[in-house]
């Protein structure tokens, strides 16, 4: 059931209460959507978002979740014949989004709760693919068997880039006085801006395509016209004008240039990316020895 990134419509159901106590209780900071968002966006668009939760009771995280643009669904903390709230209403959206949206054709199920393996049958009987995403230790092994593929946020928060200290600097530079700048340095320092703007740039494209490779496994070549879309699905306002370039080219020719990326070129589809080979190290030819024969005397 996989399908191109082009075509992959995701609809994302969250079980909020469920994977927060998950995260805590395995001592990780404080739930984070944001890596599970950018890994999902490598797999295509995500045209729904919601998350179910009593929150009231995680009004701390509102805020995170707002801005990653979920509806949140105000679920009172109750229980039914011991049955949360939550988990019933998930459900019931879920399916109802199955049955009158054809073009969703991918669920994600953000939860490491048995319950949800009736769902994901019922899903994938309807010809959906499945992903879910929980914390390693409080997730059913029923669940992960249930679904397509299944993503443990340990191994996002695990393998999360931090950012080098040459792109904090630039993030937050300190505060110029005017005898350190002075007026007519200032044609400098837009220089100086672009190359950074330049760096961050390179750095996302690079980034992106390690991402790609890890998500999809594969040999190693990425068509260029795939990675600025999933650069785009990442951050929808990318534009490599913003970045001093002229087109998304001239950004992989910059990253060509610094030995990150490889360009090729197919004449029918255009031109792909790939990582260029470790150069090894030339052996010297051994010089024969000469047989010294001691003179007779």
């Given amino acids: 059931m996989a399908s191109s990134p082009d075509n992959v419509s995701m609809a994302l159901f969250c079980d909020f209460e469920n994977v927060a106590l998950g995260v805590r209780d395995a001592q990780y900071e404080k739930f ?38 979920f509806e949140l669904i105000e679920i009172p903390h109750l229980r039914q014949s011991g049955k949360n709230s939550a988990d019933i209403r998930l459900v019931v959206d879920a399916l109802d989004l199955c049955y009158t949206k054809s073009h969703v054709n991918t669920f994600v199920i953000i939860s ?22 929980g914390v390693k230790q409080s997730t059913s092994d029923l669940l992960v068997a249930n679904c397509d593929e299944f993503i443990f946020y340990d191994d996002l928060v695990r393998t999360a880039p931090s950012k080098s200290p040459r792109t904090r600097r630039h993030e937050a530079p300190a505060e110029e006085t005017p005898e350190t700048a002075p007026d ?56 490599e004008s913003y970045y001093g370039f002229k087109a998304f080219g001239n950004l992989l020719e910059e990253a060509q240039a610094r030995g990150q990326l490889t360009l090729g070129r197919d004449e029918k589809s ?28």
């Avoid at 599970?36 to 979740?65: H, P, Q, T």
């Avoid at 150069?279 to 003179?295: C, D, F, G, L």
Wanted: net charge positive.
């Fill in 112 to 133: 490491g709760d048995s319950d949800f393996s009736p769902l994901v049958s019922k899903l994938r009987e309807n010809a959906k693919q499945v992903i879910g995403v």
């Fill in 32 to 69: 984070d959507i944001k890596p599970v968002l950018e890994r999902l966006l490598l797999k295509g668009n995500i045209v729904v978002k919601k998350a179910y939760c009593d929150w009231e009771r995680y009004k701390g995280f509102k805020s995170s979740m707002h801005e990653a643009n």
């Fill in 270 to 297: 255009g031109t792909y990316v790939f990582r260029p080979e470790p150069v090894e190290p030339a052996v010297k030819p051994r010089r024969r020895r000469r047989n010294m024969r001691t003179p007779r005397r």
């Fill in 184 to 239: 007519n340095d200032s044609a400098v320092r837009a220089t100086e801006d672009t190359a950074t703007l330049k760096d961050v740039a390179v750095a996302m494209a690079v980034d992106t395509f390690d991402a790609l490779l890890s998500e999809r496994g594969e040999s190693g070549k990425i068509w260029a016209s795939t990675l600025k879309q999933a650069i785009k699905r990442r951050k929808p306002d990318f534009s």
